[in-house]
């Protein structure tokens, strides 16, 4: 069975901080895809990221970077220089193809302090 | 190019009541998949519909059916609502023969069953 745990129900920061959420992640299948969705306090999953069993390469967009670890089945995202507007529940995701059902973690609360 | 649209936004009903949630998929997209989401917990897979027919399936009664119309647009309905009913139903659209199959999903339909 797949699972996803994202350990950190809460975090605070204060503006300007720098900022890692965690992912750790079960599965047996040897292909994989990982996900990162940001829901804000309107409800919607706003897409962040997707990363593929066999790309172990770490990612950088913008303030955004994911750190992929099979060696611990982690997949962690590094806010830099938060802002305000960070501000959200984010969430972990994993599914063994892209079309089929996305197992979520509980989610991680980042409140960003000005 | 419009992004997945659900409706309604909020739904109050009581107990034993029957419930009719509406997706529209984002522009390209044939697949829609439905997720329930707990207060304070990850989505969860309810089910999910290609051509017109159910493909995948969640852990989730009976009462919880859905269709697909010919141009993609899905309908969850859960009949006899119980208390336990109450969450967020998030409705996500992809492409199943695209190469790019990620999930995106609506802003969501609050349940609230008294």
């Known amino acids: 069975a797949q699972k996803v745990t994202q350990a950190q129900t809460e975090i605070s920061v204060v503006e300007k901080e720098d900022v890692t959420l965690d992912c750790v992640y079960e599965?047996?299948?040897?292909?994989?895809?990982l996900f990162w969705y940001k829901q804000p306090p309107s409800g919607e999953l706003v897409f962040l990221i997707r990363r593929n069993s066999f790309d172990e390469q770490n990612e950088i967009s913008g303030r955004y970077s994911w750190n992929f670890q099979k060696s611990t089945s982690s997949f962690n995202f590094t806010i830099t220089a938060s802002q305000v507007v960070d501000s959200a529940v984010y969430f972990c995701a994993l599914t063994n193809s892209g079309n089929t059902p996305l197992v979520f973690g509980k989610g991680t609360r980042l409140s960003v302090i000005a | 190019d419009a992004g997945v649209t659900q409706s309604p936004t909020h739904l109050i009903k009581t107990r034993g009541q029957q419930v009719t949630l509406r997706c529209s998929p984002k522009s390209g997209h044939d697949t829609v998949s439905w997720y329930q989401q707990a207060l304070g917990q990850g989505p969860q897979f309810i089910f999910q519909?290609?051509?017109?027919?159910?493909?995948q399936r969640g852990n989730f009664p009976d009462r919880f059916s859905g269709h697909q119309f010919p141009n993609y647009s899905s309908e969850l309905n859960v009949n006899a609502l119980l208390l336990g009913d109450s969450a967020l139903y998030l409705c996500a659209s992809s492409n199943l023969a695209g190469v790019t199959d990620t999930q995106y999903f609506g802003p969501g339909t609050r349940l609230t069953v008294l």
């Open positions: 599965t047996r299948d040897t292909t994989y895809y």
């Open positions: 519909y290609y051509e017109e027919e159910e493909r």
